[in-house]
């Protein structure tokens, strides 16, 4: 059976680079197709009908034609831009953590429709509340909600609810966590001498079951937890990120630049 | 990087199209066009080319005062007695200035910051030129009165808008930016909706 010469996609758009005089390549997470790289040619032309669907944190929705060594566009629509996320540069920042994830943990054509629902719940979530400082629970639940469910629907959850050495439940007592090893540890296993363990408190354990079992980033409950937890969680799931992903995360490395008092 | 020439081609041939390659909007075709054209031009032709990129590293620098790309600090606009001085367009790469100057409409200073805020390339407020800005701004005897951000319509442009203007904020400056939406000779039907939206939220009276 032959694959037919143009097919339909909604995505959205996680970064795009110039390519040649006008044209310009972009990437988007698909729902149909996972993640896709295609040519928009003559995008960057002022003049262009394609002009302004392919700026980064753009859900479109997209009639393609096959090519040789990239599919290229034949017509583009917006269906959501996220205004609110773009309106300032720590909503853009933190958005485009989001689509710089999304871009390191998928592969192309591999399609994995809850992971776009996940980055489309987030960028919502950011869109309402753009301005929060780092260390306002609004503005970090969702991201490290985000996180979590990220490494899980990729297949890298990290071992929250049973020793990653000897198998035991763990105790409601301070555990600790090597990211090597694959997750949370009790206090007496001992792991190789190459696996880095960092410590890892109750309230923060707790903290990441609440993120594994919440079912969406709405239904996040309004919590006030202390910022030495949030910042500990945040800590961990970065290092399990930058683990997985085998390079610094750098829209982080940006946002920890710009921080938000 | 110099690789075992191409067969059919030389080692210094097979250079200069590594080298062309690696230019920006140059690929590997382009880059051997280029080569090929290069080794039939007359000799004095291909060496006013090598003197011309030599010449650009050895004497091009940046202006003390904008940053812009200059052979002279202060540059010809900054050392003009005849440009407003209360007034600073902000741009991102020196070829913004350019396409500004030809307009013959801006009559004011420039700061180029050569690049934009870019989280997904780890690109901060301390890898482009706004340091420079802000110390310029604070010098007590600046007499400006509005700073024109004119980065690109882009996602990194607009943020690197709204850097500059939370860092501003309070500062007595008049903070504005170049008016977005649709582009002369363009079609409402194809606009995008963020470009649509924002041409509707500039609109003007009709006079």
Redesign the interface.
Known sequence: MTLPRTYRAVGLTLRKSPVGEADLVSSLYTREHGKLEVLARGARRLTSRLMGHFEPLTLVRLSISRGRSLDIVAEAEVVNAFPEVKAGYTGVARGLYVAELVDGFSALAVSNPALLDLALQTLNAIGANPDAPDDDAGANFPLRYFDLQLLNLSGFMPELYRCVECGEELEPERHRFAVGAGGALCPDCVTPEDVVVRSLSLPALKLLRLLHRTESVERLPRLSIPNPVQREVHGILNETLQHWLDRQVRSQAFLDATKLA | MTTDPTPGTTRSLGQLIDRLHQLP?I?PKSAQRIAYHIAHIADDEARALADAIVAVKDLILFCDECRNLTDASPCAICANPQRNRDQICVVEESRDLVALERTRVYRGLYHVLHGA??????????DIHLPQLFGRLQNEDNPLQELIVATNP??EG???A??IH?RLAGSGIRITRLALGL?V???LE??????L?RALAGRNQLE
């Open positions: 909007g690929g805020l870019s989280p997904l390339n780890g690109i901060g407020p301390e882009t996602l607009d943020a690197t709204d850097f939370r582009p000779g363009g079609s194809f606009a995008d909706e963020t470009t939206s």
